[in-house]
């Protein structure tokens, strides 16, 4: 099948509305952030100082809020870190601090009307900056889900409180990655930290594939989102990196920072000036394709899913949506030399 007629298949699939998922979903995830922040704050003020306590610790949320795709059935993913003492490296939030901040997180979440935190709550707990950064390509680094939260907190995620403790977090996390670039500045490729998002995008699939006690349905909503909103967080910023050495052979710490704080979507959309318009706009109706038929309850994706025929047409679109991310990355190496930044950059994905 050409390229065209995968496109023109693809466009068969979607009989959705003719609203703008994407700036609708961004405005309406942007304003339920700002007021899981107030409320947030709120509920801390009532136990201890606001101000003080956001000069030890960050809560930042990941997932459909922190990409800025959110509508009104999803829930919130929130991680917290602290920063540490840098005399004894012991981490400035106490046992007792953190129990109260939780409380006020599961609180503000139910002040906000979202759904019940994921997992029960499992995942939510506190870690402390130093934790993701000793841990760093140590296999306790995937057991203590610091691992998870780096990688969450550099792809796809927005700060709800304590920013100045959260901008720092992610600084030091990429002068770990870029603790070689002082000696490679003008050629400098970030292997280690594309090492580690693609480790990141195949422990999701590795994940999706042990989740065989899931029912179906279940297990093929995952599979969906798998293969739009996480492909796209974790590819996403691997195309912003090889933008980055398409231009100037070289990516700075400045540079990364720059690219983690953007959107998913507006990573992608900096390769349009690389001669890629094409494979962006594809990508981007693709993706607003994902945003419609997701914009339903867990259950009524489920039902939806469940229905062989739907379930055989979203995965047609989902494999198409991941050609076109390939198809964008050839496209920026298509004028590449043996031996040049960004074809080794390409030769880094693969080997």
Known sequence: MTRLSKQTSFLNLWCGTMVDQISSRRDFSVQLREKASKALESRVDDWTDAKTLKEKVCVYTTGSFGREDACEHSDLDV????????FSGERLLTGLEEIELCASIIGMNRDIDLPDIDADGGFLKAHSASEYLIGLGKPSDDANNTFTGRLLLLLESKCLFGKGVYENIIEECIERYWIDYADHSSTFIPAFLMNDILRFWRTLCINYEAGTHHSPAKRRAKNFKLKFSRLLTCYS?????????????????????????????????????????????AIREMYEFFLVETNCSKSALYDKMSDEEYYGKTLESARQFGDEIFQLIRTLSKHDVQGSPSWRFLRYITV
């Not at 991680?79 to 840098?86: L, M, P, Q």
């Open 79 to 86: 991680f917290v870190t602290s920063r540490v003492a840098s």
């Open 237 to 281: 910023v691997i195309i912003g990196l090889q933008v980055r050495l398409c231009e100037e052979g070289s990516v700075s710490k400045e540079q990364a920072k720059k690219l983690v704080s953007m959107r998913p979507l507006e990573r992608i959309d900096i390769a349009k000036a690389h001669g890629a318009s094409s494979n962006v706009n």
